[in-house]
């Protein structure tokens, strides 16, 4: 767990340098006007300036093989939610057989199909990178502010902390209530349309888990708090639908 923690803080920082050195770079080179103009990559223009055309040349290649590997891997990443979700019992257990290459094939064709069909439809999206920015965080943020209130549940109780760690207590405590603030101002800060537009796809997804409980021969829902957010979702899906159709919201 030390060694996760210190791998999570110092790559944050790296990538966060990183991230200050490549803003800071053009403006050291170029004219404000310039970099105001320059096309995506922006970089390769900006390196260009500095070392000549390979510059371009290198950003360029460089980005393509970011892209390739960032596609492969959120690829897998999805694939592989889906799977250990249904090796857990919460998703339908058919996304977890595997193929003879230890693959699991129908996770991963699933998966797969839905970002082909969220991608085709950024073709009718007037920002497409703005709008996947957006929406992506939102539906990012939500699992977030879930997980922040269950630390602050846990911790409240005092659950596990009778024999295990007493004294970090009232620190976590803290942490969890501190973070289900946060989370709930940053949902709250980015706009009532990308939680609605969040709903949309989420509640779709509640099939699959009506299909696992089913499978498994108990409720669907046991508690009343497990309907109350099956219903705020639908009730969510419901209205970002209908806004999108008469105009309310455009992407």
Not at 75 to 83: G, K, R, W
Not at 133 to 149: G, K
Request: net charge neutral; glycine share 6%.
């Amino acid at each position: 767990r030390e060694e996760v923690g210190f791998a999570t803080t110092s790559g944050f920082s790296i990538v966060t340098a990183l991230m200050v050195l490549v803003t800071l770079l053009p403006y050291a080179v170029l004219e404000r006007a310039t970099v105001a103009g320059m096309r995506q990559p922006s970089m390769a223009a900006a390196l260009e300036a500095v070392v000549g055309p390979w510059g371009a040349i290198f950003v360029s290649v460089g980005l393509l093989v970011s892209v390739l590997g960032a596609y492969l891997a959120w690829s897998l990443t999805c694939a592989e939610v889906l799977s250990a979700a249904a090796r857990n019992r919460d998703m339908p257990k058919l996304f977890a057989v595997e193929n003879a290459n230890k693959v699991p094939s129908a996770a991963l064709w699933a998966t797969n199909i839905i970002v082909q069909l969220i991608v085709i439809t950024t073709y009718w999206s007037r920002d497409a990178f703005s709008l996947m920015l957006n929406l992506t965080s939102a539906m990012s943020l939500i699992p977030f502010l879930m997980v922040a209130t269950y630390a602050f549940m846990v911790t409240r109780r005092g659950e596990t902390y009778d024999k295990i760690r007493p004294h970090d207590h009232g620190r976590d405590l803290a942490i969890a209530v501190v973070a289900t603030i946060y989370t709930a101002f940053l949902l709250y800060a980015g706009g009532l349309k990308f939680i609605v537009l969040s709903a949309v796809l989420y509640a779709p997804g509640t099939i699959l888990y009506v299909w696992a409980r089913r499978e498994q021969g108990v409720p669907v829902f046991a508690r009343w708090i497990d309907w109350a957010i099956f219903v705020a979702a639908a009730i969510g899906a419901i209205v970002g639908v209908y806004w999108i159709a008469t105009g309310y919201i455009e992407i």
